[in-house]
DNA sequence: AATATATTTCGATATTTCTAGAAATATATT
DNA sequence: AATATATTTCTAGAAATATCGAAATATATT
């Protein structure tokens, strides 16, 4: 993974928002949930709402599918491994 | 791990400089490196270095001792493991 | 076609962050 | 004490982000 890409991705979990957003999605599971059921959870507007959604969508942190008049959104979790990983790469290389 | 934490590291290391810190110091082991070996790998103003590494250093997610002149900045490996934990947590557990 | 539901886009304001030069501070050396 | 080195703090303008109401869009139902 590129380091820009691991940063956009990173950015976009400092949220305390999104980051609430996307936990509840990772603790969904791949079926994921509609974007009213995220609502519901969170009491926010649904323009900040889908604001936030968007910009996890954007850097592949979220996929969205419709099914007729709702938005279902699911975690992408091989881009939170790929992330992980980034994070763990060579760690402590030079240890002592 | 609160959420606000793990929002508020997570926001630290989503920027491209403060992640290229913070990779440095990791792939460097516990000893760490002094400031000024860490500006010599990245070229770019002391001042601007010096609000990065604070910012990091604030959320827990790097330490700093001083040997004389030189201030040698350490990954905390254990916050790192904290956050991953964190993003991993529950992971699926609604899965289908 | 009219209406209802779900969600996004637009627009505007408030707030935060980024960057880097200049000045200040801390420690070491002479 | 004077000077050199390492690093931080101050400052301020530019750029990016956060928030949310209103309007627009997409789909379903009647």
Chains 1, 2 share one sequence.
Do not use: W
């Amino acid at each position: 993974m590129k380091i820009e890409m691991a940063a956009n991705q990173l950015a976009e979990l400092g949220h305390v928002t999104r980051l609430e957003i996307y936990r509840i999605l990772v603790r969904a599971g791949h079926h994921g949930l509609a974007v009213s059921a995220i609502q519901e959870k969170l009491d926010i507007p649904g323009s900040t709402l889908s604001h936030h959604i968007s910009r996890l969508v954007k850097v592949g942190l979220l996929s969205q599918t419709r099914e007729g008049r709702v938005l279902r959104c699911q975690a992408q979790y091989q881009e939170l491994e790929r992330l992980i990983d980034f994070l763990s790469e060579e760690c402590c290389k030079g240890c002592d």
